[in-house]
């Protein structure tokens, strides 16, 4: 007989105070009550039936954000935890309670910890440390009984709210107090330094010590229990940036960082990390990877050394692709490449720490059919993409390295136009542009104003860059019509994060998915749910891909490939050794190793209406 497996959810969030208020405005003085309140609080037990916690993490956004909706219950000093309170102890006890709405502001800190099961003698791990945004109150009655219903709400934002309010403004005497503003505010407001080109990776470690951590250092006290300091782990350390780039910019400091470090066009990731010890600001490339599971951009640091300059390669003709098997349709040909999964889950730095020549890859998440509450995936045709541009024009303002640029023949047409790939291929598809424009240059184009060799081997260079960044925007998008894209909703699951990959599916079907954000939901008395936007999944190519006795049907119904040849088991004949049909009405097989099947009709099993409990 099946075991229930049981979950206690357990989860920790304190408030902490960052004005210790004093005054209500320059000659009007706060109350003592306000005035002695604690610098932490832990609101943990204001959390009721009438109560829920929800937090997003995003790769696509400079701030992620979280939303705290509880009971509307007094705080303060209780008569009741004094054994034998006096009269007057009782009054003044009773004097200072509040409602935790006319507590908190704006900007007082949130630590958020969630965990799906109980961990005895230990903390949840951290989800989220973010400030307040918008304290929020409701009263209500409620129509059934007639009772008060009174909740408090917050909402806030984590630490990326910081680089979202630091801003750089046109308008006179925001820089150093003049009245007039040079074309290098960045370096007049907050002393970056003023180069020609600057790698982005120290673009960011640079924004981040002279802009961030010293307004943090300046906003929070000393004794404030979150961390006073961004920490960076930038490991994309390919491209610089121009000298009229983000030095003559507006605008808040995340969205220049976006603009010209090529994160807005997709080469590139940035956004800020919760972790155990630390608050990170992560800048790396696209970990997107292909259909054989490697990844299309790498650190520099884990190329080979002696790799040269990339030149794009020709596109190679179908039957010559090595691994790639080709599958007829009634309208061409779908290529797919031999997937090799790698089982064993590494962070960017693990897989660098490990092997130089691992690919650097975002971790691996693997999500059992068992806490899959419900799945939705589809594809289509309409980011079909075949012809492929990538504009650099803060390198091509100075020379006709645009007219070479366009007179590209051989290898390099290849990757412009490709005609001849089937997943993409003009004659089903049509023409199909993707244009971008790179802000960003060869890490070797450093200076300016050199001599004509000099100058010279820095277009070559140049060229070099914008073909290399066409080779990754046509590996990237030459696929699309093959890429699932879709939402999951799994039980709640803390180790989920933003900007990783998850693997769903079973046995031969199992099959990566890329997760840009991350949304956190736990409701008292409930469950705790994980919400998974997902993007690039290669469920439909490892379909198509499954040859010989392999049913993907069968292997999805938990059957396995055996299923295939045995007629019991594929709903044809009797179950035999105390197995169930396939075709027994309201039968479903289980499936292999304990894993849920999908019900008859392709709908995944029912939950139980407590999700905090689920059928092993």
């Not at 939901?521 to 006795?549: C, H, K, M, N």
């Amino acid at each position: 007989m099946s075991a229930a497996r049981i979950f206690q959810p357990q989860f920790q969030v304190k408030l902490h105070k960052l004005t210790r208020r004093e005054v209500v405005s320059s000659n009007i003085p706060a109350s003592t009550r306000f005035q002695q309140t604690g610098r932490t609080i832990d609101i943990s037990s204001y959390f009721s039936d009438l109560g829920s916690i929800s937090t997003r993490k995003s790769v696509r956004g400079g701030a992620g954000g979280f939303t705290l909706q509880f009971a509307d219950i007094p705080f303060g000093a209780l008569a009741g935890n004094q054994d034998a309170p006096s009269a007057a102890q009782r009054d003044q006890n009773w004097r200072a309670l509040e409602t935790l709405y006319g507590l908190i502001e704006p900007n007082d800190g949130i630590e958020i910890r969630l965990a799906r099961n109980h961990l005895t003698g230990r903390r949840p791990p951290i989800v989220m440390r973010g400030f307040v945004s918008r304290p929020s109150r409701g009263q209500s009655v409620n129509q059934n009984t007639g009772a008060p219903m009174r909740t408090v709400s917050v909402t806030g934002h984590d630490y990326g709210k910081i680089w979202e309010m630091l801003r750089v403004s046109w308008h006179p005497h925001n820089v150093m107090g003049e009245a007039f503003i040079s074309s290098f505010p960045l370096f007049e407001r907050f002393g970056l330094a003023i180069a020609t080109g600057k790698r982005g990776d120290e673009l960011v470690r640079e924004v981040v010590e002279k802009v961030i951590n010293p307004h943090l250092a300046t906003m929070l006290p000393e004794d404030w229990p979150m961390p006073r300091s961004l920490a960076v782990e930038a490991v994309a350390d390919r491209g610089v940036t121009s000298l009229t780039g983000p030095q003559n910019s507006e605008g808040s400091i995340y969205s220049i960082l976006a603009q010209f470090l090529d994160v807005t066009v997709g080469f590139n990731e940035l956004f800020i990390e919760d972790r155990e010890d630390q608050v990170v600001v992560v800048y790396r490339p696209n970990p997107a990877i292909d259909l054989s599971g490697r990844p299309i951009q790498q650190p520099a640091a884990v190329q080979p050394e002696a790799a040269p300059p990339a030149a794009t390669p020709a596109t190679p003709p179908l039957t010559e692709t090595p691994g790639t098997e080709t599958i007829p349709t009634p309208a061409g040909a779908i290529a797919i490449p031999e997937l090799s999964v790698q089982d064993t889950p590494l962070t960017a730095t693990e897989a660098v720490a490990t092997d130089p020549e691992t690919p650097a890859l975002p971790t691996r998440l693997s999500i059992p059919a068992m806490d899959i509450m419900s799945l939705e995936l589809s594809r289509g045709d309409e980011n079909v993409a075949n012809y492929f541009w990538v504009e650099g024009p803060r390198f091509e303002l100075v020379s006709d390295l645009p007219a070479r640029y366009m007179a590209a023949t051989g290898a390099q047409q290849q990757t412009v136009y490709m005609t001849d790939y089937p997943n993409n291929s003009p004659a089903i598809f049509g023409m199909r542009p993707m244009i971008v424009s790179t802000q960003m240059g060869a890490s070797e184009v450093m200076t300016s104003g050199q001599s004509a060799a000099v100058t010279s081997q820095r277009e070559m260079q140049t060229m070099e860059w914008l073909d290399d960044r066409r080779r990754i925007l046509s590996e990237t998008n030459k696929d699309n019509m093959l890429l699932e894209s879709g939402e999951c909703r799994i039980a709640g699951n803390e180790n989920a994060r933003a900007g990783s990959h998850v693997m769903i599916g079973e046995g031969a079907l199992a099959a990566p998915y890329y997760v840009p954000s991350v949304t956190h939901e736990y409701i008292p008395f409930v469950g705790f749910f994980t919400s998974l936007p997902l993007e690039r999944g290669q469920g439909f190519a490892r379909r198509i891909q499954a040859t010989g006795d392999i049913s993907p049907w069968l292997i999805e119904m938990g059957a396995g490939a055996a299923a295939s040849q045995d007629p019991a088991r594929s709903g044809t004949g009797n179950a035999g050794d105390g197995e169930r049909s396939m075709g027994q009405t309201g039968e479903p097989g289980t499936a292999a190793g304990g894993a849920s099947p999908l019900t008859e009709g392709g709908a995944l099993p029912s939950t139980s209406a407590q999700p905090s409990a689920s059928i092993d």
